[in-house]
């Protein structure tokens, strides 16, 4: 593999492809914003993100399917799921309460002295634009068992994929050649995903030059306190927190985002964590995760596994209510963290559902801070794609930790496949 990469042109490789169209993107939005804020030039990039979009479900449900069919034991399902689950849980509230200390030590929203806009944020915070847990739970269930598909949404496909593999297993040898299908359905997607991730350069250059041509460069100055203290703050949960955690599991975490810098330039060209996640399970598999545990913990965690979100809602509520003249107490900032364990599962699935689960979150500590909002508005689409990369990056070194956690992690291929310099796609 070293060969073969040494010998690849660098200008071929994804990765530069992709750095290439963000510092062009950036260039073009920067310099001509009218031009960049076009509505075409935003639907080039929701283009590509809509392309990787359809893939999804039925990857999700070939990896699932096939994976199951290589358990022996039914009940190892539910064990990965349980572990799975417990560790979301466990690492969240780590995001959580880094975010709240971070809040608390640089306060970097004391002495801004501004004022809400309870209209500017009325969509955002209006009863029919958040869930609530009964519902979001309610809803995983689907109308149909095509609906999922039909939808994209991820935890009903998943619910069937799990259903499905379970019947196949139970039918057995008679159901050899639906499962054979299934297998091969699976690498069908993987090549289509390839064929999209050509345009990969273009999707994140386009969405790149859109964001700064409409928000522009003074969007960030005038809140660059917050921008930084969330930067810097996911950084730390990255490779402190979650460091911690793959030295644990017997892996360097700076390896680890290397090994997955294709698709981070990816996501943080179009704030969309989404847009990598085919890529992502396929280099789980590669890196010796089994495919029933990256089947089932990949497309959970994006649901439930969400620290980038959490920090987030953590931070910038203190920020929110440190602009505004409030002091919260310790009771609010305890609550605060309670709700914000639920809200961010409430709200998953929906458009903006990182600023949505802000507001269902400042609706319950002090309806006072709601207005507050429109402080950050402004700068939400650059918050979005540092929560997208830490997210995306807590769901990878999730998948390894349950592999490894359940037995079911090739430790050699871990220990190769972060020490070789992967072959980009494009190649």
Not at 19 to 34: E, S
Not at 200 to 209: F, I, K, N, R, V
Not at 237 to 257: D, K, N, P, T, Y
Not at 377 to 391: P, Q, V, Y
Request: aromatic residues 8%.
């Amino acid at each position: 593999m070293d060969s073969a990469t040494h010998k690849t042109p660098l200008w071929r490789q994804l990765y530069v492809q992709v750095l290439v169209g963000l510092v062009i993107g950036a260039a073009i939005g920067l310099i001509w914003p009218q031009f960049a804020s076009q509505p075409w030039m935003k639907a080039i990039g929701d283009g590509f993100i809509n392309l990787i979009k359809m893939t999804i479900a039925v990857l999700v449900f070939c990896t699932v399917v096939s994976g199951i069919g290589q358990v022996s034991e039914a009940k190892q399902i539910g064990r990965v799921g349980i572990k799975a689950i417990f560790y979301f849980e466990v690492v969240s509230t780590f995001a959580l309460v880094i975010g709240l200390l971070v809040g608390n030590f640089v306060r970097p929203g004391a002495g801004m002295q501004a004022t809400g806009d309870a209209s500017a944020v009325a969509q955002y915070v209006a009863p029919d634009a958040h869930q609530n847990l009964s519902e979001f739970l309610l809803d995983i269930i689907p109308d149909t068992l095509l609906s999922g598909f039909a939808e994209g949404n991820i935890l009903q496909v998943l619910l069937v994929a799990i259903l499905t593999g379970f019947a196949l297993q139970r039918i057995g040898p008679p159901a050899q050649g639906l499962r054979n299908l299934i297998d091969e359905g699976s690498h069908l997607v993987f090549d289509i995903i390839n064929m999209i991730m050509k345009l990969a350069p273009l999707g994140a250059a386009a969405a790149m030059a859109f964001t700064l041509g409409k928000y522009g460069a003074a969007a960030l100055g005038s809140l660059l306190a917050l921008i930084a203290t969330f930067y810097v703050t996911a950084a730390l949960f990255i490779f402190v927190v979650l460091g911690l955690i793959a030295w644990w599991c017997g892996f360097s975490i700076f390896r680890f985002v290397a090994y997955l810098r294709d698709e981070l330039l990816i996501v943080l060209g179009t704030s969309s964590s989404e847009s990598a996640l085919p890529n992502l399970m396929r280099k789980m598999e590669a890196l010796g995760c089994s495919r029933p545990v990256v089947g089932l913990v990949i497309p959970t965690g994006y649901s439930f596994n969400l620290d980038g979100t959490n920090i987030y809602m953590t931070l910038a509520s203190l920020f929110i209510a440190q602009a505004l003249g409030y002091e919260l107490t310790l009771m609010q900032q305890l609550t605060l963290l309670g709700v914000a364990m639920l809200t961010s599962k409430g709200a998953t699935g929906v458009t903006g559902a990182g600023f949505i689960t802000l507001g269902a979150t400042l609706a319950v500590v002090n309806p006072a801070l709601v207005p507050g909002m429109a402080i950050v508005l402004g700068i939400d689409k650059f918050m979005s794609e540092c929560r997208a990369l830490t997210n995306f990056i807590g769901n990878g070194v999730a998948c390894v930790v349950i592999s490894r956690w359940e037995g079911e992690l090739d430790k050699q291929r871990l220990k190769d496949g972060l020490r070789t310099k992967p072959v980009s796609d494009a190649a």
